[in-house]
């Protein structure tokens, strides 16, 4: 089994900055992929990033436009997610979470789950 925990998350003002982390235990080794999503109040769960675990590809939601970036420190087993520039629609519950799939884009194909951590971004 993997665990994730998320941190990180809080009230910033638009224009600021936050990063996530999210440290991983367990057998990471299983997750070939590392992916942040968010949700946010009445929508669905959507993908942030991803990055491969070996390699540390990345891929990003196109409505981003360059503002997150994905890492990942294997030594640590901890995945963070950079965020600049935020705005109120970033507003949401973001989540960590760990795939034996390369890059996917899609939460059915994700096998762990961290918690969640919520992201404030005031207007």
């Known amino acids: 089994q993997v665990q994730l925990v998320e941190s990180g998350g809080g009230v910033v003002q638009a224009g600021g900055s936050l990063r996530l982390s999210c440290a991983a235990s367990?057998?990471?080794?299983?997750?070939?992929?590392m992916g942040w999503f968010r949700q946010a109040p009445g929508k669905e769960r959507e993908f942030v990033a991803a990055?491969?675990?070996?390699?540390?590809?990345?891929t990003y939601a196109d409505y981003l436009n360059g503002r997150f970036t994905i890492s990942r420190d294997t030594a640590k087993n901890t995945v963070y997610l950079q965020m600049n520039s935020l705005k109120p629609e970033d507003t949401a519950v973001y989540y960590c979470?760990?795939?034996?799939?390369?890059?996917?884009?899609?939460?059915?194909?994700?096998?762990?789950w961290g918690q969640g951590t919520q992201v404030t971004v005031s207007s």
């Open positions: 367990g057998r990471t080794f299983s997750s070939k992929t």
């Open positions: 990055i491969i675990w070996v390699g540390g590809r990345r």
């Open positions: 979470a760990g795939t034996t799939a390369y890059g996917s884009r899609y939460p059915s194909e994700y096998n762990y």
